[in-house]
Protein backbone atom coordinates (compact mmCIF):
# COMPACT_ATOMS: atom_id res chain seq x y z
CA UNK A 1 0.00 0.00 0.00
CA UNK A 2 1.60 3.40 -0.92
CA UNK A 3 2.74 5.66 1.79
CA UNK A 4 0.13 8.73 2.47
CA UNK A 5 1.19 11.57 0.57
CA UNK A 6 2.27 14.11 3.20
CA UNK A 7 5.61 15.77 3.89
CA UNK A 8 7.95 14.51 6.98
CA UNK A 9 8.12 17.87 8.21
CA UNK A 10 4.19 17.65 9.10
CA UNK A 11 3.81 14.02 10.41
CA UNK A 12 6.74 15.36 12.91
CA UNK A 13 5.14 18.96 13.82
CA UNK A 14 1.93 16.79 14.08
CA UNK A 15 3.81 13.93 16.57
CA UNK A 16 4.87 17.23 18.69
CA UNK A 17 1.12 18.47 19.11
CA UNK A 18 -0.61 15.29 19.21
CA UNK A 19 1.57 12.27 19.56
CA UNK A 20 -0.88 8.68 18.69
CA UNK A 21 -0.91 6.16 21.53
CA UNK A 22 0.38 3.59 18.39
CA UNK A 23 3.96 4.75 17.45
CA UNK A 24 2.74 7.55 15.09
CA UNK A 25 0.80 10.64 14.91
CA UNK A 26 -2.74 9.80 15.30
CA UNK A 27 -3.91 12.14 11.89
CA UNK A 28 -1.14 9.95 10.12
CA UNK A 29 -3.12 6.67 11.17
CA UNK A 30 -6.92 8.18 10.29
CA UNK A 31 -5.81 9.39 6.64
CA UNK A 32 -4.80 5.37 6.09
CA UNK A 33 -7.91 4.59 7.53
CA UNK A 34 -10.20 6.82 5.71
CA UNK A 35 -8.14 5.71 2.12
CA UNK A 36 -8.88 2.11 3.31
CA UNK A 37 -12.44 2.26 4.33
CA UNK A 38 -13.63 3.38 0.54
CA UNK A 39 -12.24 0.13 -0.76
CA UNK A 40 -14.14 -2.18 1.25
CA UNK A 41 -17.16 -4.37 0.24
CA UNK A 42 -20.56 -4.93 1.50
CA UNK A 43 -20.32 -6.83 4.68
CA UNK A 44 -22.44 -8.87 7.06
CA UNK A 45 -20.47 -7.30 10.20
CA UNK A 46 -19.65 -3.71 10.97
CA UNK A 47 -17.20 -4.92 13.86
CA UNK A 48 -15.84 -8.10 15.54
CA UNK A 49 -15.42 -8.83 19.22
CA UNK A 50 -13.52 -11.82 19.72
CA UNK A 51 -13.58 -13.40 23.56
CA UNK A 52 -10.06 -15.00 23.92
CA UNK A 53 -10.10 -17.29 26.93
CA UNK A 54 -6.46 -17.96 26.30
CA UNK A 55 -4.41 -21.19 28.21
CA UNK A 56 -6.40 -23.59 26.31
CA UNK A 57 -9.97 -24.27 27.52
CA UNK A 58 -10.62 -27.71 28.24
CA UNK A 59 -13.49 -28.74 25.72
CA UNK A 60 -14.92 -31.82 27.01
CA UNK A 61 -15.85 -29.56 30.13
CA UNK A 62 -17.60 -27.24 28.28
CA UNK A 63 -18.74 -26.66 24.53
CA UNK A 64 -18.21 -30.35 23.45
CA UNK A 65 -19.89 -32.86 26.34
CA UNK A 66 -18.38 -36.58 26.06
CA UNK A 67 -20.74 -38.16 28.57
CA UNK A 68 -20.02 -42.08 27.59
CA UNK A 69 -16.33 -41.79 28.42
CA UNK A 70 -14.52 -44.07 30.22
CA UNK A 71 -15.09 -43.03 34.00
CA UNK A 72 -11.10 -42.52 35.00
CA UNK A 73 -11.29 -39.51 32.42
CA UNK A 74 -14.88 -38.51 32.25
CA UNK A 75 -15.87 -34.56 32.77
CA UNK A 76 -17.58 -34.44 36.12
CA UNK A 77 -19.65 -32.05 34.79
CA UNK A 78 -22.89 -33.70 32.88
CA UNK A 79 -24.27 -32.68 29.71
CA UNK A 80 -26.98 -29.61 30.16
CA UNK A 81 -30.08 -28.99 27.56
CA UNK A 82 -29.81 -25.82 25.71
CA UNK A 83 -32.96 -23.54 24.44
CA UNK A 84 -32.33 -25.54 21.47
CA UNK A 85 -33.62 -29.30 20.87
CA UNK A 86 -30.95 -31.70 21.29
CA UNK A 87 -28.23 -29.30 21.52
CA UNK A 88 -26.23 -29.70 24.43
CA UNK A 89 -23.23 -28.61 26.51
CA UNK A 90 -21.69 -29.21 29.89
CA UNK A 91 -23.20 -27.81 33.22
CA UNK A 92 -20.69 -25.18 33.51
CA UNK A 93 -22.17 -23.60 30.42
CA UNK A 94 -25.62 -23.89 31.84
CA UNK A 95 -26.26 -20.19 31.34
CA UNK A 96 -24.59 -19.96 27.86
CA UNK A 97 -27.12 -22.53 27.00
CA UNK A 98 -29.98 -19.84 26.99
CA UNK A 99 -28.33 -18.15 24.26
CA UNK A 100 -27.07 -21.52 22.84
CA UNK A 101 -29.97 -20.24 19.89
CA UNK A 102 -27.64 -16.98 18.97
CA UNK A 103 -24.89 -19.30 18.80
CA UNK A 104 -22.73 -21.51 16.15
CA UNK A 105 -20.60 -24.11 17.93
CA UNK A 106 -17.82 -24.95 15.76
CA UNK A 107 -16.71 -28.63 17.18
CA UNK A 108 -14.19 -29.33 14.77
CA UNK A 109 -11.22 -27.17 15.22
CA UNK A 110 -7.81 -28.46 15.11
CA UNK A 111 -4.25 -27.63 13.97
CA UNK A 112 -3.58 -29.05 11.01
CA UNK A 113 0.27 -29.11 11.57
CA UNK A 114 2.33 -29.39 14.75
CA UNK A 115 4.53 -26.21 16.05
CA UNK A 116 1.50 -24.23 17.56
CA UNK A 117 0.99 -26.36 21.10
CA UNK A 118 2.55 -24.61 23.66
CA UNK A 119 0.69 -21.01 24.37
CA UNK A 120 3.20 -17.89 22.80
CA UNK A 121 3.17 -19.48 19.05
CA UNK A 122 -0.82 -21.08 19.87
CA UNK A 123 -2.15 -17.44 20.98
CA UNK A 124 -0.23 -16.30 18.04
CA UNK A 125 -1.67 -18.61 15.84
CA UNK A 126 -5.19 -17.65 17.17
CA UNK A 127 -4.28 -13.90 16.80
CA UNK A 128 -3.65 -14.00 13.20
CA UNK A 129 -5.06 -16.92 11.71
CA UNK A 130 -2.00 -17.91 10.11
CA UNK A 131 0.43 -20.35 11.14
CA UNK A 132 3.87 -19.08 13.05
CA UNK A 133 5.92 -21.31 11.37
CA UNK A 134 5.24 -19.56 7.97
CA UNK A 135 8.41 -17.44 6.12
CA UNK A 136 6.75 -13.84 7.48
CA UNK A 137 5.85 -13.10 10.36
CA UNK A 138 1.81 -12.20 10.19
CA UNK A 139 0.47 -9.44 11.89
CA UNK A 140 -2.79 -9.92 13.64
CA UNK A 141 -6.10 -10.36 12.64
CA UNK A 142 -7.19 -6.75 14.14
CA UNK A 143 -4.16 -4.99 12.72
CA UNK A 144 -4.55 -6.31 9.31
CA UNK A 145 -8.25 -5.04 9.60
CA UNK A 146 -7.10 -1.78 10.94
CA UNK A 147 -5.09 -1.47 7.59
CA UNK A 148 -7.60 -2.36 5.19
CA UNK A 149 -11.03 -0.46 7.10
CA UNK A 150 -9.51 1.24 9.64
CA UNK A 151 -12.57 2.28 12.29
CA UNK A 152 -15.76 4.22 12.27
CA UNK A 153 -14.97 5.10 15.72
CA UNK A 154 -12.71 8.92 15.59
CA UNK A 155 -12.08 8.74 18.72
CA UNK A 156 -10.16 5.71 19.60
CA UNK A 157 -7.72 3.20 18.40
CA UNK A 158 -9.36 1.06 15.59
CA UNK A 159 -8.06 -2.22 17.41
CA UNK A 160 -8.45 -2.75 21.06
CA UNK A 161 -7.41 -5.38 23.32
CA UNK A 162 -9.11 -5.32 27.10
CA UNK A 163 -6.95 -5.41 29.45
CA UNK A 164 -4.13 -6.80 27.01
CA UNK A 165 -2.65 -8.33 30.42
CA UNK A 166 -2.97 -12.36 30.02
CA UNK A 167 0.52 -14.73 30.24
CA UNK A 168 0.55 -14.55 25.94
CA UNK A 169 -0.69 -10.80 25.44
CA UNK A 170 3.07 -10.30 24.37
CA UNK A 171 2.39 -12.62 21.37
CA UNK A 172 0.52 -10.04 19.58
CA UNK A 173 2.13 -8.80 16.31
CA UNK A 174 2.05 -5.58 13.86
CA UNK A 175 4.28 -8.18 11.53
CA UNK A 176 5.49 -6.38 8.35
CA UNK A 177 2.86 -3.40 9.10
CA UNK A 178 3.33 -0.43 10.46
CA UNK A 179 3.59 0.07 14.60
CA UNK A 180 0.41 2.50 13.42
CA UNK A 181 -1.63 -1.08 13.53
CA UNK A 182 -0.70 -2.01 16.68
CA UNK A 183 -3.53 -3.30 18.95
CA UNK A 184 -3.61 -1.03 21.73
CA UNK A 185 -4.08 -2.73 25.08
CA UNK A 186 -6.17 -0.92 28.09
CA UNK A 187 -4.06 -2.51 30.77
CA UNK A 188 -5.11 -3.08 34.51
CA UNK A 189 -4.92 -5.77 36.33
CA UNK A 190 -8.23 -5.61 37.56
CA UNK A 191 -10.54 -3.68 35.63
CA UNK A 192 -13.53 -3.72 37.95
CA UNK A 193 -11.70 -1.78 40.34
CA UNK A 194 -12.95 1.57 41.04
CA UNK A 195 -9.72 2.98 40.31
CA UNK A 196 -9.67 1.27 36.66
CA UNK A 197 -8.78 3.56 34.10
CA UNK A 198 -7.14 3.82 31.07
CA UNK A 199 -4.28 6.61 31.36
CA UNK A 200 -2.95 6.45 27.50
CA UNK A 201 -6.18 7.72 25.90
CA UNK A 202 -7.83 9.82 28.95
CA UNK A 203 -7.77 13.69 28.41
CA UNK A 204 -5.74 15.46 30.45
CA UNK A 205 -5.45 18.85 32.06
CA UNK A 206 -3.06 20.61 29.33
CA UNK A 207 -5.28 19.44 26.45
CA UNK A 208 -8.33 21.43 27.52
CA UNK A 209 -5.82 24.06 28.04
CA UNK A 210 -3.95 27.22 25.83
CA UNK A 211 -1.16 24.36 25.03
CA UNK A 212 -3.10 22.99 23.21
CA UNK A 213 -5.15 25.65 21.54
CA UNK A 214 -1.80 26.90 21.10
CA UNK A 215 -0.21 23.67 19.06
CA UNK A 216 -3.28 23.95 16.92
CA UNK A 217 -2.60 27.35 16.20
CA UNK A 218 0.41 26.87 15.25
CA UNK A 219 -0.49 24.08 12.91
CA UNK A 220 -2.99 26.00 11.11
CA UNK A 221 -0.45 28.92 10.66
CA UNK A 222 2.07 26.45 9.02
CA UNK A 223 -0.63 25.24 7.16
CA UNK A 224 -1.92 28.78 5.76
CA UNK A 225 1.89 29.41 5.27
CA UNK A 226 2.24 26.27 2.49
CA UNK A 227 -0.60 26.91 1.15
CA UNK A 228 -0.09 30.64 -0.24
CA UNK A 229 3.31 29.30 -1.61
CA UNK A 230 3.06 30.15 -4.64
CA UNK A 231 5.69 26.88 -5.95
CA UNK A 232 3.14 24.27 -4.08
CA UNK A 233 1.62 22.60 -6.78
CA UNK A 234 -2.11 21.75 -7.04
CA UNK A 235 -1.72 18.76 -5.57
CA UNK A 236 -0.03 19.12 -2.51
CA UNK A 237 -2.21 22.04 -1.52
CA UNK A 238 -5.06 20.07 -1.91
CA UNK A 239 -3.17 16.93 0.00
CA UNK A 240 -2.53 19.54 2.98
CA UNK A 241 -5.94 20.87 2.72
CA UNK A 242 -7.46 17.46 2.58
CA UNK A 243 -5.39 16.51 6.13
CA UNK A 244 -7.75 18.88 7.92
CA UNK A 245 -10.07 17.16 8.72
CA UNK A 246 -8.06 13.82 9.78
CA UNK A 247 -6.02 16.42 12.03
CA UNK A 248 -9.45 17.70 13.82
CA UNK A 249 -10.07 13.96 14.27
CA UNK A 250 -6.55 13.48 16.26
CA UNK A 251 -6.98 16.61 18.39
CA UNK A 252 -10.44 15.69 19.23
CA UNK A 253 -9.27 12.19 20.61
CA UNK A 254 -7.16 14.20 22.93
CA UNK A 255 -9.74 16.36 24.22
CA UNK A 256 -13.12 14.62 23.74
CA UNK A 257 -14.78 13.50 26.59
CA UNK A 258 -16.07 10.73 24.93
CA UNK A 259 -12.76 8.77 25.04
CA UNK A 260 -13.43 8.82 28.84
CA UNK A 261 -17.24 7.55 28.78
CA UNK A 262 -16.05 4.74 26.23
CA UNK A 263 -14.28 3.29 29.24
CA UNK A 264 -16.59 4.42 32.07
CA UNK A 265 -18.08 1.64 33.77
CA UNK A 266 -19.68 3.92 36.50
CA UNK A 267 -22.13 4.90 33.70
CA UNK A 268 -23.57 1.46 33.63
CA UNK A 269 -26.54 0.44 36.33
CA UNK A 270 -26.49 -1.85 38.67
CA UNK A 271 -28.56 -3.93 37.50
CA UNK A 272 -25.84 -4.42 34.06
CA UNK A 273 -23.13 -4.69 35.95
CA UNK A 274 -24.70 -7.74 38.03
CA UNK A 275 -25.84 -9.28 34.95
CA UNK A 276 -22.45 -9.14 33.67
CA UNK A 277 -21.28 -11.08 36.87
CA UNK A 278 -19.12 -9.29 39.80
CA UNK A 279 -15.13 -9.02 39.35
CA UNK A 280 -12.39 -8.77 36.65
CA UNK A 281 -13.98 -11.07 34.07
CA UNK A 282 -17.32 -9.43 33.92
CA UNK A 283 -15.98 -5.63 33.70
CA UNK A 284 -13.86 -6.77 30.79
CA UNK A 285 -16.53 -8.58 28.51
CA UNK A 286 -18.75 -4.98 29.44
CA UNK A 287 -15.91 -2.63 28.25
CA UNK A 288 -15.75 -4.60 25.39
CA UNK A 289 -19.51 -4.26 24.69
CA UNK A 290 -19.09 -0.59 25.33
CA UNK A 291 -15.82 0.00 22.52
CA UNK A 292 -17.88 -2.13 20.24
CA UNK A 293 -20.80 0.26 20.97
CA UNK A 294 -18.48 3.44 20.28
CA UNK A 295 -17.80 2.21 17.16
CA UNK A 296 -14.29 0.25 17.34
CA UNK A 297 -13.61 -2.12 14.90
CA UNK A 298 -11.80 -4.97 16.40
CA UNK A 299 -12.12 -5.77 19.87
CA UNK A 300 -10.43 -8.33 21.74
CA UNK A 301 -11.20 -9.24 25.31
CA UNK A 302 -8.42 -11.44 27.13
CA UNK A 303 -9.26 -12.00 30.98
CA UNK A 304 -6.68 -13.40 33.38
CA UNK A 305 -8.58 -13.03 36.92
CA UNK A 306 -5.72 -11.05 39.25
CA UNK A 307 -4.85 -12.54 42.59
CA UNK A 308 -6.43 -11.05 45.27
CA UNK A 309 -7.80 -11.90 48.94
CA UNK A 310 -9.99 -14.08 48.05
CA UNK A 311 -8.11 -15.98 45.22
CA UNK A 312 -4.26 -15.45 47.02
CA UNK A 313 -3.13 -18.29 45.15
CA UNK A 314 -4.54 -17.50 41.78
CA UNK A 315 -0.88 -15.75 40.77
CA UNK A 316 -2.25 -16.65 36.69
CA UNK A 317 -5.82 -17.70 36.22
CA UNK A 318 -6.14 -18.83 32.71
CA UNK A 319 -6.59 -22.08 31.51
CA UNK A 320 -3.58 -24.58 31.59
CA UNK A 321 -5.27 -27.07 33.60
CA UNK A 322 -2.06 -29.11 33.76
CA UNK A 323 -2.88 -30.14 37.66
CA UNK A 324 -6.36 -31.05 39.45
CA UNK A 325 -8.44 -29.89 36.57
CA UNK A 326 -11.44 -30.11 38.67
CA UNK A 327 -10.13 -28.95 42.22
CA UNK A 328 -13.02 -26.69 44.31
CA UNK A 329 -10.47 -24.30 45.43
CA UNK A 330 -6.75 -23.78 44.07
CA UNK A 331 -4.79 -26.68 41.84
CA UNK A 332 -1.65 -26.14 43.82
CA UNK A 333 -2.33 -29.21 45.59
CA UNK A 334 -0.42 -32.00 47.23
CA UNK A 335 1.17 -33.78 44.51
CA UNK A 336 0.75 -31.54 41.80
CA UNK A 337 3.31 -31.19 38.69
CA UNK A 338 3.51 -27.64 39.10
CA UNK A 339 3.01 -27.08 35.51
CA UNK A 340 -0.67 -25.86 36.51
CA UNK A 341 0.48 -24.23 39.24
CA UNK A 342 -1.43 -20.74 39.76
CA UNK A 343 -4.84 -21.64 38.50
CA UNK A 344 -8.14 -22.55 40.11
CA UNK A 345 -10.51 -25.37 39.66
CA UNK A 346 -11.97 -25.12 36.07
CA UNK A 347 -15.41 -25.02 38.00
CA UNK A 348 -15.07 -22.12 40.49
CA UNK A 349 -15.73 -18.51 39.59
CA UNK A 350 -12.99 -16.67 38.60
CA UNK A 351 -13.02 -19.38 35.66
CA UNK A 352 -16.16 -21.32 34.27
CA UNK A 353 -18.43 -19.30 37.18
CA UNK A 354 -17.44 -16.06 36.21
CA UNK A 355 -17.09 -16.65 32.56
CA UNK A 356 -20.39 -18.19 32.12
CA UNK A 357 -22.63 -15.44 33.20
CA UNK A 358 -20.10 -13.00 31.44
CA UNK A 359 -20.53 -14.43 28.08
CA UNK A 360 -24.28 -15.37 28.28
CA UNK A 361 -24.92 -11.57 29.18
CA UNK A 362 -22.56 -10.33 26.73
CA UNK A 363 -25.02 -12.13 24.07
CA UNK A 364 -27.84 -11.01 25.25
CA UNK A 365 -26.88 -7.55 26.36
CA UNK A 366 -26.02 -7.17 22.84
CA UNK A 367 -28.81 -8.49 21.39
CA UNK A 368 -31.00 -5.75 23.31
CA UNK A 369 -29.26 -3.07 22.54
CA UNK A 370 -29.14 -4.00 18.69
CA UNK A 371 -25.30 -4.27 18.52
CA UNK A 372 -25.18 -8.18 17.45
CA UNK A 373 -27.00 -8.02 14.21
CA UNK A 374 -23.74 -5.99 12.88
CA UNK A 375 -20.95 -7.79 15.13
CA UNK A 376 -19.17 -11.15 14.69
CA UNK A 377 -19.02 -12.07 18.31
CA UNK A 378 -16.23 -14.90 18.80
CA UNK A 379 -14.88 -17.23 21.72
CA UNK A 380 -11.77 -18.62 21.15
CA UNK A 381 -8.95 -20.45 22.92
CA UNK A 382 -5.64 -21.43 21.56
CA UNK A 383 -6.19 -25.30 21.56
CA UNK A 384 -8.03 -27.35 23.85
CA UNK A 385 -7.53 -29.94 26.07
CA UNK A 386 -5.99 -34.00 26.36
CA UNK A 387 -9.47 -36.20 26.33
CA UNK A 388 -7.65 -38.06 28.69
CA UNK A 389 -6.51 -37.26 32.31
CA UNK A 390 -2.74 -37.54 33.27
CA UNK A 391 -1.51 -38.47 36.27
CA UNK A 392 -1.38 -34.95 38.11
CA UNK A 393 -5.94 -35.09 37.62
CA UNK A 394 -5.57 -32.63 35.13
CA UNK A 395 -5.50 -32.16 31.16
CA UNK A 396 -2.17 -31.32 29.24
CA UNK A 397 -2.65 -28.96 25.63
CA UNK A 398 -4.16 -30.63 22.94
CA UNK A 399 -4.47 -29.07 19.04
CA UNK A 400 -6.21 -32.17 17.21
CA UNK A 401 -9.90 -31.50 18.66
CA UNK A 402 -11.62 -28.09 20.04
CA UNK A 403 -14.01 -26.16 19.71
CA UNK A 404 -15.12 -22.18 19.64
CA UNK A 405 -18.58 -19.99 19.34
CA UNK A 406 -19.56 -17.52 16.99
CA UNK A 407 -23.05 -15.09 16.84
CA UNK A 408 -24.14 -12.09 15.93
CA UNK A 409 -23.44 -10.30 11.87
CA UNK A 410 -25.56 -12.97 10.35
CA UNK A 411 -24.79 -16.03 11.93
CA UNK A 412 -27.41 -19.22 12.21
CA UNK A 413 -27.66 -19.66 16.02
CA UNK A 414 -28.76 -22.66 17.39
CA UNK A 415 -26.37 -25.43 15.33
CA UNK A 416 -23.47 -27.42 16.19
CA UNK A 417 -20.80 -27.41 13.21
CA UNK A 418 -18.09 -30.41 12.87
CA UNK A 419 -18.04 -33.27 15.49
CA UNK A 420 -14.56 -34.55 17.31
CA UNK A 421 -15.07 -38.35 18.21
CA UNK A 422 -16.41 -40.69 21.23
CA UNK A 423 -13.34 -39.39 23.75
CA UNK A 424 -12.96 -36.09 21.90
CA UNK A 425 -9.85 -36.57 20.48
CA UNK A 426 -10.30 -35.97 17.49
CA UNK A 427 -12.00 -34.15 14.51
CA UNK A 428 -14.30 -36.70 12.74
CA UNK A 429 -16.80 -34.27 10.64
CA UNK A 430 -16.19 -30.32 8.93
CA UNK A 431 -12.85 -30.01 9.94
CA UNK A 432 -11.93 -26.23 10.39
CA UNK A 433 -8.13 -24.65 11.26
CA UNK A 434 -6.90 -21.26 12.43
CA UNK A 435 -7.18 -20.28 9.18
CA UNK A 436 -10.68 -20.98 8.32
CA UNK A 437 -11.55 -18.98 11.39
CA UNK A 438 -9.78 -16.39 10.42
CA UNK A 439 -10.92 -16.36 6.88
CA UNK A 440 -14.01 -16.05 8.27
CA UNK A 441 -13.59 -12.60 9.96
CA UNK A 442 -12.42 -11.36 6.50
CA UNK A 443 -15.26 -12.59 4.28
CA UNK A 444 -17.65 -10.99 7.40
CA UNK A 445 -16.21 -7.96 7.10
CA UNK A 446 -16.59 -7.68 3.37
CA UNK A 447 -12.34 -7.55 3.26
CA UNK A 448 -11.14 -9.55 -0.12
CA UNK A 449 -8.92 -11.99 0.48
CA UNK A 450 -7.80 -12.12 -2.90
CA UNK A 451 -5.81 -8.83 -2.59
CA UNK A 452 -2.24 -9.00 -1.39
CA UNK A 453 -1.13 -6.68 1.47
CA UNK A 454 2.63 -5.35 1.00
CA UNK A 455 5.81 -5.38 2.81
CA UNK A 456 7.68 -1.98 2.75
CA UNK A 457 9.43 -3.60 0.02
CA UNK A 458 7.03 -4.43 -1.89
CA UNK A 459 6.52 -7.56 -1.44
CA UNK A 460 2.91 -8.75 -1.80
CA UNK A 461 1.56 -10.83 1.21
CA UNK A 462 -1.89 -12.97 1.02
CA UNK A 463 -3.72 -12.91 4.38
CA UNK A 464 -6.95 -14.67 3.89
CA UNK A 465 -5.95 -17.46 1.20
CA UNK A 466 -4.80 -20.37 3.42
CA UNK A 467 -8.41 -21.45 4.53
CA UNK A 468 -11.74 -20.62 3.31
CA UNK A 469 -14.55 -19.27 5.46
CA UNK A 470 -16.62 -21.79 7.48
CA UNK A 471 -19.65 -21.84 4.95
CA UNK A 472 -21.99 -22.48 7.96
CA UNK A 473 -21.76 -19.43 10.12
CA UNK A 474 -22.92 -17.79 6.41
Not at 95 to 121: F, N
Not at 228 to 257: N, P
Request: glycine share 10%; charged share 20%.
Amino acid sequence: MPMHPFELNRRRLLKIGSAGVLGCSLADLLAVQSVAAKSNRSSAAKNVLVVLEQGGLSHVDTWDPKPDVVSDHRSPYAPVSTVVPGMQFTELLAKTARVADRLSVIRSMHHPKGGADGHPKGTQYALSGQHPSGPVEMPDMGSIVSLLIGSECSYLPPYVMVPGNHEQAKEARTGFLSEAFKVFKTGGSDVSSPDWRVNDLMPRDENSSDRLRGRRDLLAAVENSFLATGSSSGQSKRTVAGMDGFYEQAFDTLSSARVSAAFDLNSESAQTRERYGQGHRGACYLVGRKLIEAGVRFVTVDVRWPRNETYPEGGNLNWDHHDFIYAKATCNLPGASGAGRGRYGIGTWPMMGSTDQAFAALIEDMEDRGLLAETLVCFVSEFGRTPKLNRYQGRDHWINAYSIAMAGAGVPGGQVIGSSDAEGGYVTESPYTPENYASTIYEKLGIDRHSPIYTPANRPVYFGHAGDPIQQVF
